[in-house]
């Protein structure tokens, strides 16, 4: 435990330093407690307290807004912990500066107190901070917020103290006052058994509407454009079937290594850590068939029967559509970097893929015959994340055979990451002398672009401020449902048990700052297709 000699005294409500309304169209967040458990960890550092600093900067919390950090350290204090989040967000990418006046805004918000989590006694420790940080608030008000930021071993155990210590009640409905909500981060189990089994213990002691479960590509501004772009244009849906898509390719590469994860790493292996979540849901929100309306239920009903469609892997199938390999030493922007069985805490033997490539099929309607192209790597040539829509071939083509042999399909681009926008490439012919159109003129691709920066002049909300927002809002669309982290399993689960029971004699490579193994581009060559090189 942590013993503390003096108490801070509690925020009591008062206005921000820069209290000021919300920008036109964001709500602010309902007053809570945030309970961050594993706050000295990556994820609090790196993503959790930059998110809290930057809706603290856009007046989107409440002035009530307090964070109660939890980790086992005993050494902790609300002192040290305050210095480790200011150094944490000093050193943040997301913190364009830091505001020294906002900083002392948040400071006396943030508090800590420390407990092992998987011990039911050392709840009562969290439950006397709390009544202490709530004990000016009225009780309605009193809602709380609870985060696992822990390793996903301790999810269980953790769930269940919750509940056991009643310091998460569950609620009847969405509109109960106070409010108790549990972020759950991913994985989200490792198999689909063991996902199912947390979502049975998570809706044993919470309803489905306290529940939220983090995919944080969804808080992605490009992700959730994909939605606006398909059903708010009348351009797009009408092509948007395998009548005019030839195929899709999904891409999510990483110029990172382990960076100090190379114990969770081994564990999870690239499918667990970016397909069973990530990958999936940027190819449910392309395939799937407008909602109902735009409903967190209704959205997720469409993402499931996505999901419920893709056709299963098996045994048989799995060596003709997966391609898996590993990293060697090479060199990622201009540095030498060591292969993927010299990293930290990694077994010089270890068969984990921390790249694949993999052809799906979605067997409905819309989609039959389409193939869906999903690649990701750790240690690939640049970090981008896109998916491209390839358009098919004009039926006929008039012009000559030179002209013919250069012309490359309509590509449709939506850009997730770096530099988010869209781009829309087609043929034009290039300016010259004036020719018969049937000759060979020359013609060339170009792209017509938009990008978010430029169009609206301001950088795009990082994806944890968009999901911390909405948790606190109570809005779930952006969350994945139980069945429909179940149903992303089940399209994951063969694959993995089929690699994991099947070690390759040989594991294919790749160096570090390539675009992957020969494997990969040969999956979709065979198909008369190649993998785009984005460009960023
Ligand atoms: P870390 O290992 O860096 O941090 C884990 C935190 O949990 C530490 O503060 C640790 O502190 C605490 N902790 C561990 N066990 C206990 C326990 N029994 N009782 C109390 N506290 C405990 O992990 P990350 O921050 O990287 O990841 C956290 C979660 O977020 C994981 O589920 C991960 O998969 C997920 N995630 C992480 C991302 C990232 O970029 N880091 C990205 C997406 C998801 P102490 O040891 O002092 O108790
Ligand atoms: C996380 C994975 O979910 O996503 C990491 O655990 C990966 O391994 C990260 O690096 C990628 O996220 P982003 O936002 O950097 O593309």
Same mark, same amino acid.
């Given at each position: ?66 964070v ?6 005993g ?36 508090h ?32 709380r ?13 953790i ?17 109960e ?27 044993g ?62 564990? $999870?292996?690239? /499918? =667990? *850590?970016?397909?069973q979540?990530? %990958?999936?849901?940027?190819?449910? &929100?392309?395939?799937?068939?407008? #909602?109902?309306?735009?409903? $967190?239920?209704? /959205? =997720? *009903?469409?993402?499931?029967?996505? %999901?419920?469609?893709?056709?299963? &892997?098996?045994?048989?199938?799995? #060596? ?34 921390t ?61 997730v ?8 490439s ?54 994945t449902?139980?069945?429909?982290v ?11 048990q ?5 070690p ?11 675009w ?21």
């Amino acid at each position: 435990m942590n013993p503390r000699d003096a108490r801070d005294p509690v925020i009591s409500p008062r206005p921000m330093q820069h209290e000021r309304a919300p920008e036109p169209g964001r709500d602010r967040a309902d007053p809570c407690t945030m309970i961050i458990l594993g706050a000295l960890g990556d994820l609090s550092r790196r993503k959790l307290l930059p998110a809290i600093y930057q809706l603290m900067h856009e007046h989107l919390v409440d002035e009530r807004f307090t964070v109660l950090g939890v980790a086992r350290d005993g050494a902790q204090t609300d002192d040290t912990f305050r210095a480790a989040m200011a150094k944490a967000l000093k050193e943040s990418d997301e913190v364009e500066q830091f505001d020294d006046a906002l900083w002392q805004d948040l400071c006396p918000r943030l508090h800590f107190v420390s407990a092992d989590l998987t011990k039911a006694e050392d709840y009562a420790a969290i439950g006397k901070e709390l009544e202490h940080l709530e004990a000016k608030c009225p009780p309605e008000q009193r809602n709380r917020l609870f985060y696992l930021a822990v390793p996903p071993s301790v999810f269980e155990p953790i769930v269940c103290n919750l509940s056991k210590s009643g310091l998460a009640p569950r609620t009847k409905t969405q509109d109960e006052r106070p409010w108790t909500r549990i972020v759950v981060e991913k994985p989200f189990g490792r198999s689909f058994e063991t996902a199912q089994r947390l979502n049975n213990m998570l809706l044993g002691m919470f309803a489905e509407h306290q529940t939220y479960r983090i995919d944080h590509y969804l808080g992605k501004e490009t992700v959730q454009n994909v939605l606006v772009l398909r059903f708010a244009n009348s351009i797009f849906e009408p092509i948007w079937n395998r009548q005019w898509i030839q195929h899709v390719q999904i891409t999510a590469a990483e110029t990172v290594g382990m960076e100090g994860r190379g114990k969770y790493y081994e564990e $999870a292996g690239v /499918v =667990r *850590d970016m397909f069973q979540n990530h %990958l999936l849901q940027l190819l449910t &929100l392309v395939a799937m068939e407008p #909602p109902a309306q735009m409903s $967190a239920n209704s /959205v =997720r *009903d469409e993402k499931v029967k996505v %999901l419920r469609s893709i056709r299963w &892997l098996t045994e048989e199938t799995i #060596p003709h559509n997966a391609v898996r390999a590993q990293y060697t030493a090479g060199t990622v922007g201009g540095k030498s970097v060591a292969g993927y069985r010299q990293e930290p805490d990694v077994s010089p033997e270890s068969i984990r893929p921390t790249f694949a490539a993999l052809r799906l099929a979605v067997d409905n309607w819309r989609w039959n015959g389409v193939p869906f192209y999903l690649r990701s790597g750790k240690r690939l040539a640049k970090r981008v994340s896109e998916i491209a829509v390839q358009f098919r071939s004009p039926p006929h083509l008039m012009f000559g055979h030179e002209t013919r042999a250069a012309m490359r399909p309509n590509v449709l681009v939506m850009r997730v990451q770096p530099n988010e926008g869209v781009s829309l490439s087609f043929q034009v012919k290039v300016p010259g002398a004036a020719v018969a159109l049937t000759s060979n003129i020359e013609i060339a691709p170009v792209n017509m672009e938009f990008d978010y920066t430029q169009a609206f002049g301001e950088v795009t909300a990082p994806a944890y401020e968009t999901l911390l927002l909405d948790v606190m809002i109570g809005e779930a669309t952006l969350f994945t449902r139980s069945d429909e982290v179940e149903a992303a399993w089940r399209v994951i689960d063969p694959l993995i048990q089929y690699w994991e029971s099947h070690p390759p004699k040989r594991m294919p490579t790749y160096a570090a700052g390539s675009w992957g193994p020969r494997e990969g581009d040969e999956l979709i060559e065979e198909d008369g297709v190649e993998w785009r090189e984005p460009e960023v």
